[in-house]
């Protein structure tokens, strides 16, 4: 054993940088939970979200299941009833709990998952460390999807969370001191002209599945909008009578209007005649310049039509992203683009339970592109394609225009 002044100097090791990747992303989990009571860890305050303890018991399962079980042979899993109660959506994978019934699972309690979590921590980082070089690559390949798919899972715990302290009329912070994130002042639209554009991943670089195949697209023209929409022009809106005007809907996106009853983004409220908003800090007033959260696609698409303007598809917003002239594309708000979520030209899934991660979720939703404030650092990129149903609103999602006046003066 070298001593320790000379183990820094050595250089790691390619096994070291991914146990210390794993340790990193199980550790942001555990930093995410760690303001939380118990209590705060058990409720589940509407079928699409899932209780923070679940989400740490679920990423454990994860690894547990598709690499530790696959891998070590004799491995003993920490409870065989855990695969029944963590998994997600893996139909593979076995027999689940019924998803909106998550937060009726007070037992294991909070510290078993945690002992679940240590016990896997442990058996992961002794595989990295001791897997045969043969079978090294397969495992890196498996642990690279879990160490993605938790951060995913670090972004829903906070969005659920949110969720769940708005139903509590206390309106309790998560962090009493969080502070939205600064955007950037941006005005106007930028050109894009007509042109054969790539879109999808096409580095060496990680990516799920659904980011390829990497294919060209017609683009343009088109002007995109170099700012998000914000809650000044949300507000704009609604004075307007933007939440009353069926004619600005959708069939279905009016339908959720009555249904909903939504009248403001999420998560806002009426405060002696001033709106407020309930953020991860507690309630605060609306700030007029900051970007709009927490709204639907049928919102988003409804604003644009009131707005005389679009949504863009997602490609008009990766080729705008790449060449860098969106302002806060990243790290504020998840933009919904009016894009279905489809397969590229060519996707296959891959065989396995692992299979099921995208590719079955193809349809009736709508593509978010960019990232929001709650997503892990490192976790965005340019041809991330994130999706949900255009009901959704629970997600820091919002939007940016797309004008195509351009398109019509051209003769
Ligand atoms: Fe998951």
Redesign the pocket.
């Known amino acids: 054993m070298p001593p320790a002044a000379l183990k820094e100097a050595l250089p790691k090791s390619d096994r070291e940088r991914w146990i210390e990747a794993f340790c990193c992303v199980r550790a942001e989990t555990e930093r995410r939970a760690a303001p939380l009571s118990a209590e705060d860890q058990v409720i589940q305050s509407m079928p699409d979200a899932s209780p923070i303890k679940w989400h740490r018991a679920?990423?454990t399962w994860?690894f547990e299941t598709f690499l530790i079980q696959p891998n070590v042979p004799g491995y003993k899993v920490f409870d065989e009833r855990f695969a029944y109660l963590f998994n997600?959506y893996y139909v593979a994978a076995g027999p689940r709990h019924a998803r909106p019934k998550r937060g009726l699972i007070t037992r294991p309690s909070v510290s078993e998952v945690a002992d679940y979590r240590a016990h896997v921590d442990a058996a992961v980082e002794r595989l990295i460390a001791e897997a045969s070089a043969a079978a090294l690559p397969e495992i890196l390949r498996i642990l690279e999807i879990g160490l993605n798919?938790e951060e995913?899972?670090q972004e829903l715990m906070l969005t659920d969370l949110l969720h769940a302290f708005a139903q509590n009329p206390t309106l309790p912070a998560y962090d009493a001191n969080w502070q939205a994130p600064k955007s950037t002042a941006a005005e106007g639209f930028v050109d894009l002209p007509e042109g054969i554009h790539t879109i999808g991943h096409q580095t060496d670089g990680y990516c799920f599945d659904n980011e390829g195949p990497s294919h060209r697209v017609l683009v343009g023209p088109v002007r995109i909008a170099r700012a998000l929409v914000t809650n000044s022009e949300w507000l704009a809106f609604m004075n307007d009578g933007g939440y009353a005007n069926p004619a600005l809907w959708l069939s279905d996106g009016w339908a959720a209007v009555q249904t909903e009853g939504w009248q403001a983004p999420g998560h806002w409220q009426d405060c002696d005649g001033e709106w407020c908003q309930f953020t991860l800090g507690g309630l605060k007033p609306v700030d007029p310049a900051a970007p709009v959260t927490h709204i639907g696609y049928y919102e988003a698409d409804a604003f644009a039509r009131w707005a005389g303007r679009h949504l863009p598809t997602e490609a008009e917003w990766e080729v705008s992203a790449r060449q860098g002239v969106l302002s806060d594309a990243f790290g504020i708000v998840w933009q919904w683009t009016r894009s279905s979520y489809s397969p590229y030209p060519g996707f296959v899934a891959c065989d396995g339970a692992l299979g099921e991660y995208n590719g079955k979720f193809m349809i009736n939703q709508m593509v978010l592109r960019g990232s929001s404030l709650a997503t892990p650092d490192g976790h965005a990129r340019v041809t991330y394609r994130n999706f949900f149903y255009p009901g959704a609103r629970w997600q820091f999602s919002g939007l940016r225009l797309a004008d195509y006046a351009e398109r019509f003066s051209l003769t």
């Open positions: 679920h990423t994860f997600s798919h995913q899972h």
